[in-house]
């Protein structure tokens, strides 16, 4: 009797953290790591799947499996390979590029990268995964279907049907017509995040005519926010950039690396001759393009409205364009900081709802994916539970019934045997882990309350004795701390807040005197740049120093 496991440990009622199993006998295949985007967890960076259950069986796995290269499908993968360094991962060229690029900022030395193609076959002894090509807003990305003795289970990752996408943006109708027709399809997964959308997803977007009406209009200096994996988007900011005999300056190292390599690779075509360099960044034939993940993005442009940041300084002739939609959770904080920009006098663009596209299924893709592959079960995947249940309407409309459409949450075991749906009673340990900084151990509700109270990134109070005449150290310094880090965990970041605390006191005591004042301000910001070298948070720093 063969048996077939399917779940998720992430990606269902939600959007982001996508994570789903397929276990056939004893072998297990994951599909895509993710992270989710916080919305109102003060100073979390991230939130990630919990990988109980992968780290107690990982024995069992014989590899993970990438469909794209955006966040939502690889951002977790970072901590996932610190748990299980040799882990075997199995993703398209850029794919794995990306992920090669997101492991440059740690210390992770992944030794299993492996670069796949589509419609080439992976044989593991019974069953086989077959990647299969589909159309989204960055090329190379993948569908999987992973071949068993009692059908195919298909794992579409994100998807539309573009009639006009082209080379590796394309979605191959004809595979999925042939898997549909010639081959049993026992279980499709399928990508809900849009299905609440009635129209093809792939065919409504221009956002050329956005920007083109900008450049026709803007003759000075254009400032371009966006995200770092929407290649679509880039594309056609590049296109513009060469159309109107502009110069390109990137921002960000990791941004620029990425670009580079893209072109490199001939993901993106753009001739270098028309980059910029930072010399170019106040030409009025300047374009400035800011890219990076969505939390960190945000808070770029925050920088850069409250004229923080070290390169970008906003004149009144410039134009800013947020050419991304706006990040969920944060849209108050947005207008505020747009409000500060346009006070500058810098003109403001918006990309408006009708111009951007996800490139999630609508209903009309997953009905037409539906008639191709034919499945003799659905299960919605990848979206907020009104996503998945806009998904079962549209299966019930196309004519499946409600015993064949499968919902559930994240953790509960879809299990066949022999082909056939079992009830469904097993769970597997599933939940949120919330990653602050570069620390990947999980918060809990004691530094989440404090920094609700807090607004913000957390507190540092360093507190210091000093005698009265010789101005020494008599006590101190002490590091107390609150929604920052605690000090069990976190000694050695604490030991060295002391030592720097000493030494920039001692630097400033000159004939038994101290300006304590500047001492203060010095301390703030030598310990505030310590602190976001070691954990990329800027918490408040409080500087008490006393005399006796």
Do not use: W
């Not at 573009?162 to 279980?187: E, F, M, R, S, W």
């Not at 940041?309 to 944060?330: E, R, S, W, Y």
């Not at 249940?389 to 919902?407: H, P, R, T, W, Y």
């Amino acid at each position: 009797m063969s048996k077939i496991k399917i779940f998720a440990i992430g990606g269902l009622d939600e959007v982001g953290k996508n994570m789903y199993v397929v276990e056939v006998e004893k072998q297990m295949f994951i599909f895509d790591a993710g992270l989710k985007i916080p919305e109102g967890q003060f100073g979390i960076d991230k939130i990630i799947p919990d990988f109980t259950y992968i780290e107690k069986n990982q024995e069992k796995i014989e590899g993970i499996f990438l469909t794209h290269g955006h966040f939502d499908a690889i951002g977790a993968m970072p901590e996932l390979l610190e748990l299980i360094p040799n882990l075997p991962v199995y993703g398209s060229n850029l794919t794995i590029e990306i992920l090669k690029l997101l492991l440059e900022e740690t210390v992770i030395n992944a030794t299993n990268l492996n670069v796949i193609k589509a419609h080439r076959k992976i044989d593991f002894g019974d069953v086989s995964i077959f990647p299969i090509q589909v159309s989204h807003s960055i090329p190379d990305a993948l569908g999987f279907v992973i071949n068993t003795s009692d059908g195919n289970i298909i794992y579409t990752g994100d998807f539309v049907f573009n009639p006009v996408a082209v080379g590796t943006y394309q979605t191959d109708i004809g595979k999925l017509a042939y898997i549909g027709k010639q081959q049993q399809v026992l279980c499709l997964l399928t990508d809900s995040t849009a299905t609440d959308n009635l129209s093809h997803a792939g065919t409504f977007d221009h956002p050329e005519i956005f920007l083109e009406d900008i450049f026709a209009t803007h003759n000075k200096r254009i400032i371009i926010s966006t995200f770092s994996t929407n290649y679509y988007y880039i594309q056609e900011v590049m296109n513009q950039v060469a159309l109107n005999h502009r110069k390109l300056i990137i921002v960000g190292k990791k941004f620029k690396n990425l670009v580079d390599r893209s072109i490199e690779l001939k993901y993106l075509k753009f001739n270098k001759k028309l980059f910029g360099s930072i010399n170019d960044i106040n030409s009025d034939k300047a374009v400035i393009l800011v890219g990076d993940d969505s939390i960190e993005l945000f808070n770029t442009i925050n920088k850069i409205a409250h004229d923080h940041d070290k390169l970008i300084k906003l004149k009144n002739t410039d134009a800013f364009v947020l050419f991304h939609p706006v990040l969920m959770g944060a849209e108050v904080m947005m207008a505020s900081i747009m409000d500060l920009i346009c006070k500058k006098g810098t003109k403001y663009y918006q990309l408006p709802k009708q111009y951007f596209n996800s490139y999630n299924a609508s209903r009309e893709d997953l009905l037409m994916m539906i008639n191709l592959i034919q499945p003799k079960y659905l299960m919605p995947v990848r979206g907020e539970y009104r996503n998945q249940v806009a998904s079962k309407e549209a299966a019930l409309m196309f004519g499946m019934k409600e015993n064949q459409i499968i919902l559930v949450d994240n953790g509960d075991v879809v299990e066949f045997k022999d082909g056939k749906l079992m009830p469904i009673v097993d769970k597997v340990p599933v939940g949120d882990v919330l990653i602050d900084g570069i620390n990947t151990d999980n918060l809990g509700d004691v530094v989440l309350k404090d920094r609700e109270v807090l607004a913000n990134g957390g507190i540092v109070v360093i507190s210091v004795v000093l005698d009265k005449k010789t101005k020494k150290i008599i006590s101190g310094p002490e590091v107390l701390t609150k929604g920052f880090v605690f000090l069990k965990d976190n000694q050695e970041i604490i030991n060295d807040t002391q030592k720097l605390t000493k030494k920039v006191i001692e630097q400033n005591i000159k004939n038994n005197y101290i300006d304590y004042n500047e001492a203060k301000k010095e301390i703030r910001r030598v310990v505030g740049d310590y602190l976001y070298n070691k954990t990329k948070a800027r918490p408040m720093i409080i500087s008490i120093t006393q005399e006796i």
